[in-house]
T-cell receptor, first 113, second 112 residues
Framework: LAKTTQPISMDSYEGQEVNITCSHNNIATNDYITWYQQFPSQGPRFIIQGYKTKVTNEVASLFIPADRKSSTLSLPRVSLSDTAVYYCLVGDRGSSNTGKLIFGQGTTLQVKP | KAGVTQTPRYLIKTRGQQVTLSCSPISGHRSVSWYQQTPGQGLQFLFEYFSETQRNKGNFPGRFSGRQFSNSRSEMNVSTLELGDSALYLC???????????FGQGTRLTVV
């Protein structure tokens, strides 16, 4: 499974757009990029998944360049409740192996008033 | 619909004892995975069950085991508990061929 590298921590202010970049230089052809969010003492929550270009849902956008060696999670107009740890995961999407999620260290996002 | 339910939420055990944790997946989800989360090691994959069969296993000693029942409910067992087993144990369920895993709130195990 491809190894991912993310910043350990980021600070932002309410109302700002936050972009968290993840590097995955060894991503394989079949790999998808998935982001999870985790609040303290809770299980992670799926945010978004993509393969290439741009994916957007009601919560976030995911930008993936053509070489797919990195990706950027974009959170529009963050609020205090977006303070959490954000994990970038890379792995095969629909096969039987995707029950196994490999989490890295994640990025701790602190949103300030 | 109901989410993933883990019981108990909190547990205190003594070194050397054994413990069983339970996970009820979302209805219709046949894949159940278990994870251990500690401040030092982060989130680590323990094992995954699908249709009562273990099909993925992480790098944990044999003291950690699990099983899945015909209704997809899963249990994990840790025998001969060590202080280092103190952690948040998370269960996740997933519908086959769907990338989104749904996590429970976890069981906080403290070994004293």
């Amino acid at each position: 499974l491809a190894k991912t590298t993310q910043p350990i921590s980021m600070d932002s202010y309410e109302g700002q757009e936050v972009n968290i970049t993840c590097s995955h230089n060894n991503i394989a052809t079949n790999d998808y990029i998935t982001w999870y969010q985790q609040f303290p003492s809770q299980g992670p929550r799926f945010i978004i998944q993509g393969y290439k270009t741009k994916v957007t849902n009601e919560v976030a956008s995911l930008f993936i360049p053509a070489d797919r060696k990195s990706s950027t999670l974009s959170l529009p107009r963050v609020s205090l409740s977006d303070t959490a740890v954000y994990y970038c995961l890379v792995g095969d999407r629909g096969s039987s192996n995707t029950g196994k999620l490999i989490f890295g260290q994640g990025t701790t996002l602190q949103v300030k008033p | 619909k109901a989410g993933v339910t883990q019981t108990p939420r909190y547990l205190i055990k003594t070194r050397g004892q054994q413990v069983t944790l339970s996970c009820s997946p979302i209805s219709g989800h046949r894949s159940v995975s278990w994870y251990q989360q500690t401040p030092g090691q982060g989130l680590q994959f323990l094992f995954e069950y699908f249709s009562e069969t273990q099909r993925n296993k992480g790098n944990f000693p044999g003291r950690f085991s699990g099983r899945q029942f015909s209704n997809s409910r899963s249990e994990m067992n840790v025998s001969t508990l060590e202080l280092g087993d103190s952690a948040l144990y998370l269960c996740a369920s997933r519908r086959q061929e769907n990338p989104e895993a749904f996590f429970g709130q976890g069981t906080r195990l403290t070994v004293v």
